[in-house]
């Protein structure tokens, strides 16, 4: 019933009886869930690697729902797991064993948009997708997106400090989230919902949640700083022949595109043959080693293509790229993004896949790459690198036909100590969750840990929030 990623032994907590479901269900009527059809798709995860055996599906619509729920579940001592859109990676948005599932799925109301300064105000459950669909037709955009956009949640997308392609050129949620409301393990309601850009009114305690992962409290509300919808958007999909190269453009790019440059992604071969073979998606230029994703953002078309002009130009003179194909329509736009953002759905198909998100000085991240094919030496299927090369961060993927704990055994902690010995993250944006939360030593002191310890102690006494997650099992 447990986890596969080595969870540890149930903790006492209670379990669910008639008189709590009763309770549930005169809270929520119509919204506590037992049919096991479908608490199923909550207990298991988006790559179907983790499953729990929760009976208890709970769908509040409001804060104060959310508020009874927690003071209840804290004074039964009933463990709880906070679900968004369930597209996290790490295993860290489901159950473990029977904690209660609670969904933000029907919190999904757009509060309020200020369409002078930006910053709009909604409550947890709001679809990433309908967030943008709703701000581009206020000539807004979202500062985030990423592959998941369909499905993921705002309070999702908080709660692991989700990156995705415009960090680059945003910033991570760090910055533009201006405020939160959050309720506590005991059922108190937080309501930091701050629309200031400027607040140093003592602790910024907004931070501590953004990233926490469900594990100090249940975010309910969130606002959030929205940039102006750029008037002209282009992307280049170019090829290279060396990981060198695609770096040279990189810098290249930053210095002659400069303010419009909005993403810079890459993908080596391995992932184009995925997108080939499960996806059926064409290579829209000729077969190369490497392939960059770029992104311009900006306000005026034609001092936008003039500038990605000159830079091609420069990049194929100096012969960084070989082949490229520019788009500036809609529809080609994002033909060429789903080179790049369907990369995750495509290793789905490939079999078992172990998935390693790192964070390294830039120059470094590919060499984790060959490195791991030649410690594998063939044992794996596929080991394929792609990811966000503007911010250092690499999604290592290895894929076998079936789950293989010799080839896992092989992989880790192979990948964790070369990451540490180049001061990386092992970690850089999917969090930690259940499956990679012991391995947290290998980026942070253990005085560090030992202060999360503290913090998570104070916030949850009884730890009813997201048990087995984030934080190791041992504190040393
Ligand atoms: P869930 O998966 O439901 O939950 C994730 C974690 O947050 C869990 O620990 C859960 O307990 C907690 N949580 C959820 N909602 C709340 C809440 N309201 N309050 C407190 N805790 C909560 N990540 C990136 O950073 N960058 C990417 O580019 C990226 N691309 C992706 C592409 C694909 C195809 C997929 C499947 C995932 C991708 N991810 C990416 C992973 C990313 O973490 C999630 O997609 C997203 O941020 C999680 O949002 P969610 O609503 O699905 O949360």
Redesign the pocket.
Same mark, same amino acid.
């Given at each position: 019933k447990s986890s596969p990623d080595a969870a540890p032994q149930r903790l006492p907590f209670s379990t669910v009886t008639s008189e709590d479901l009763d309770f549930f269900r005169k809270l929520l009527p119509g919204r506590a869930i037992t049919d096991q059809d479908v608490v199923e798709s909550s207990n298991v995860d988006?790559l179907k690697s983790v499953r729990g055996s929760s009976e208890v599906l709970l769908r509040p619509q409001t804060t104060d729902e959310v508020s009874q729920i927690l003071r209840y579940c804290n004074g039964r001592n009933l463990a709880v #797991?906070?679900?968004?859109?369930?597209? $996290? *990676?790490v295993g860290?948005?489901v159950p473990v064993y029977d904690e209660i599932i609670l969904s933000?799925s029907l919190m999904n109301n757009i509060m309020n948009f200020d369409n002078i300064s930006g910053i709009l105000t909604c409550q947890?459950g709001c679809v990433l997708e309908n967030l943008s669909l709703y701000l581009e037709d206020r000539d807004y955009i979202m500062p985030l997106d990423?592959?998941?956009k369909g499905?993921?949640?705002i309070?999702? #997308?908080v709660?692991?400090n989700?990156? $995705? *392609?415009r960090l680059l050129r945003y910033g991570s949620l760090h910055g533009t989230v201006l405020g939160l409301e959050v309720v506590l393990a005991d059922g108190r309601v937080l309501d930091c919902l701050a629309t200031l850009r400027k607040d140093n009114t003592g602790y910024d305690l907004k931070q501590l949640f953004i990233g926490s992962?469900?594990t100090l409290?249940?975010?309910?509300a969130v606002s959030i700083l929205c940039p102006r919808k750029p008037k002209s958007v282009n992307v280049v999909f170019l090829g290279c022949e060396t990981f060198e190269q695609l770096l040279k453009t990189f810098q290249l790019c930053r210095g002659m595109l400069g303010e419009i440059l909005s993403a810079y992604e890459f993908l080596d071969s391995e992932c184009m043959k995925l997108l080939n073979t499960h996806l059926k998606l064409p290579n829209p230029i000729s077969e190369c080693p490497f392939y960059i994703v770029i992104e311009t953002s900006g306000s005026d078309s034609s001092h936008d293509s003039q500038k990605l002009h000159n830079f091609l130009e420069e990049a194929m003179t100096a012969t960084l790229v070989t082949d490229g194909t520019v788009a500036t329509e809609d529809s080609k736009i994002k033909a060429l993004w789903s080179m790049r953002e369907r990369i995750?759905?495509a290793l789905t198909h490939d079999g078992f896949v172990y998935k390693y998100d790192i964070s390294l000085p830039v120059e470094r991240i590919y060499q984790l790459v060959t490195d791991m094919r030649e410690h594998l030496r063939g044992r794996a299927k596929r080991v394929v690198g792609y990811g966000h090369v503007g911010d250092g961060n690499l999604h290592l993927n290895i894929t076998s036909p079936a789950k293989d704990p010799a080839l896992l055994a092989a992989i880790e902690p192979f990948v964790y100590e070369w990451t540490s010995r180049f001061q990386g993250s092992i970690s850089a944006?999917?969090?930690l969750?259940l499956k990679k939360r012991n391995y947290i030593y290998y980026s942070k002191p253990s005085q560090a840990v030992a202060l999360m310890g503290g913090l998570k102690a104070m916030l949850d006494p009884n730890g009813i929030l997201?048990p087995y997650?984030t934080l190791p099992d041992k504190l040393k």
């Open positions: 988006w #797991n906070p679900q968004g859109g369930n597209t $996290g *990676l860290g948005s933000t947890a990423l592959g998941a499905s993921c949640q309070g999702g #997308n709660a692991t989700a990156g $995705g *392609l992962e469900g409290g249940v975010i309910t995750t759905e944006e999917h969090g969750g997201n997650k």
